[in-house]
């Protein structure tokens, strides 16, 4: 039987432009089924107006809008009327309302009901196609949320994904307004990027933005400014915090056009902490997340496992603080690339990238890793390596005591039946001996008792992390999920998504 192919949606109000043509693009490309179905709307909502908006003068060209659709790879373009989408008119059907927390800034503070027309439509929309996927333009952030928010409130079973804000050859971004612009006014009116563009470079170096000085520029270059906001990206609440993650939004009129861009405003590059127990496919999944979202990996594992072959190799007692510190203190350890998956380590120029895989060094690891200075010196270490961010790190403390500040924190587990079941094909792949299966899994119980229990940073799942538990998934499975839930955190526009 044939398996039927997924529907992803591209909700527009027309007057498509390159903008338009990425989403469409980016849905053609993702489909859990192959080929997928593309499908465009173009439907100019009345409920989104307001009284003296530009309805009536909206940009309307459905042949304009075939071609554009199918030539960037849609499969088929739905304009339905008015009738279609309200049989009894607008006005005799349910409406959403979009909590006000959500639109109480940026638009949503001036243009009352807007939203709540917007969300009233496209659930509409929904409805009436039922696809497995909606893609929508992160150039309207506010309005990205708060479908984002619609969706997850009424558990509707639709993926939502943003796609980059597209922009002109000159940085203005693209929008169906933009040709209600004369050239002059298309000079003054790229102020507005520019203005977002500097803050966001300026961010980067330690600057605060000052809005006022901001506001005032543009201003000076003869844009109306309607509003200028900072906001937490999630929540649409102003911030004052220096946090890694920040909105500055603005609304401009250039004449009779209305323009809205922003700026993401990142201190560093994002951090995603991995935790769990031993076995349950954090390495394998981890090297294959990094590798999709091109973020640097950080096996802090085999960190703990290099120094615990050291230990062994030069016979350092643990119970002497003495010979522990003079290990310690000359360590040398490093991660090299590697042609494959398998990052190299070495450490005080070995390279031990095989040998910390061995079951002695596992059988003695939780030991090493719960000594205080070890746990101290490798950490200082992980959290120089992650200054800059950038990175995935995987442990088993990296959400809670390494880096508790991470966009993104997962906690990765299975079953011990399942992990003794990974750790034997391990082990068969890398030519050592294979204990039962109740030997490995009893070995891996003790093991999570030894690293839950520790004084210094124990096995422990921080309070804002996800929980995956990766019993009958495929390493596939694990990763599409994890890139799921970074998108959630991470916008497109901040760490773009590297072509293959």
Excluded at 126 to 137: A, E, H, I
Excluded at 364 to 392: C, H, Y
Aim: glycine share 6%; aromatic share 6%.
């Amino acid at each position: 039987m044939q398996q039927k192919s997924d529907l992803n949606f591209v909700p527009t109000m027309g007057g498509l432009h390159k903008g338009h043509c990425q989403l469409i693009k980016a849905a053609q490309k993702f489909s859990t089924t192959k080929p997928g179905v593309v499908l465009v709307s173009v439907f100019v909502n009345p409920l989104q107006f307001g009284p003296n908006e530009d309805f009536q003068a909206y940009p309307r060209d459905l042949e304009h809008d075939c071609e554009v659709a199918s030539n960037c790879g849609a499969n088929a373009l739905w304009a339905p009327s008015i009738d279609e989408i309200f049989p009894k008119g607008p006005n005799a059907h349910f409406k959403v309302q979009v909590p006000p927390t959500l639109q109480a800034h940026l638009c949503g503070g001036k243009r009352a009901g807007h939203f709540d027309g917007v969300a009233t439509v496209v659930l509409r929309l929904l409805n009436l196609t039922k696809p497995q996927v909606l893609f929508l333009g992160e150039k309207d952030w506010q309005q990205f949320i708060i479908l984002r928010h619609l969706l997850k409130d009424l558990d509707l079973p639709v993926k939502v994904l943003g796609v980059a804000t597209v922009r002109d050859f000159d940085g203005l971004a693209m929008s169906s307004r933009n040709q209600y612009l004369s050239q002059d006014q298309r000079k003054k009116a790229l102020a507005l990027p520019r203005q977002l563009a500097s803050a966001a470079n300026g961010i980067k170096k330690g600057e605060i933005p000052n809005l006022e000085k901001i506001k005032s520029y543009l201003m000076q270059s003869g844009l109306e400014v309607e509003y200028l906001e900072k906001v937490d990206p999630f929540h649409l609440q102003p911030t004052e915090t220096n946090q890694p993650l920040s909105l500055l939004a603005a609304s401009v009129r250039c004449g009779r056009t209305r323009l809205i861009d922003h700026a993401f405003l990142m201190t560093r590059k994002p951090i995603v902490a991995i935790d769990g127990p031993a076995g349950a496919g954090k390495s394998t999944v981890t090297k294959n997340f990094a590798r999709r979202l091109g973020l640097l990996y950080l096996d802090t594992g085999a960190m703990y496992r290099a120094v615990t072959w050291l230990i062994k190799k030069e016979g350092v007692n643990l119970q002497e603080p003495s010979e522990l510190f003079k290990a310690l203190n000359s360590l040398k350890l490093e991660f090299l690339p590697s042609k494959n998956l398998e990052q190299e380590v070495t450490i005080n120029g070995y390279n031990v990238t095989e040998a910390i895989r061995s079951p002695d060094v596992t059988a003695a690891v939780s030991l090493v890793a719960a000594q205080p200075p070890v746990r101290k010196a490798l950490t200082e270490q992980q959290k120089a390596m992650g200054i800059d961010g950038g990175l995935v790190a995987e442990g088993r403390d990296i959400g809670t005591a390494v880096f508790p500040g991470a966009e993104l924190k997962i906690f990765l587990t299975a079953s011990p039946a399942e992990r003794a079941r990974r750790r034997a094909n391990d082990l068969r792949e890398r030519g050592f001996r294979v204990p039962s299966l109740t030997t490995l899994e009893e070995q891996i119980k003790e093991r999570d008792q030894i690293d839950s229990t520790r004084q210094i940073a124990p096995l422990t799942r921080a309070d804002d992390a996800s929980e995956i538990v990766t019993d009958g998934m495929d390493i596939e499975e694990v990763v599409q999920l994890l890139v799921e839930l970074f998108r959630n955190r991470i916008p497109e526009e901040v760490w773009p998504t590297p072509s293959n």
